[in-house]
């Protein structure tokens, strides 16, 4: 449909459930599990493009394997 085929890879539930834990204690969940952006909780920062450019290697030092979107 838009010229390239996403390649995706579901996850171990082990794996699901260590990165469903780690959002749960940094940000407020809703109980139809979305993240509550309006509560005062979450603190809110400015990032620039190079910190964005850096998300992939911070996923790498933490064990994940960046070259395929991760569906959880």
């Keep these: 449909m838009f010229g390239e ?3 995706f ?3 171990e539930s082990n794996k699901s459930n260590l990165i469903a834990e780690d ?4 940000f407020p969940i809703t109980l139809w599990t979305r993240i509550e952006y309006k509560n ?12 964005i450019i850096s998300v992939p290697s911070l996923l790498i030092s933490k064990g994940f394997d960046t070259s395929t979107p991760y569906i959880f």
């Design 5 to 7: 085929t996403e390649v």
């Design 9 to 11: 890879e579901i996850l």
């Design 23 to 26: 959002l749960s204690r940094n």
């Design 40 to 51: 005062d909780s979450i603190n809110r920062v400015e990032i620039s493009d190079q910190e």
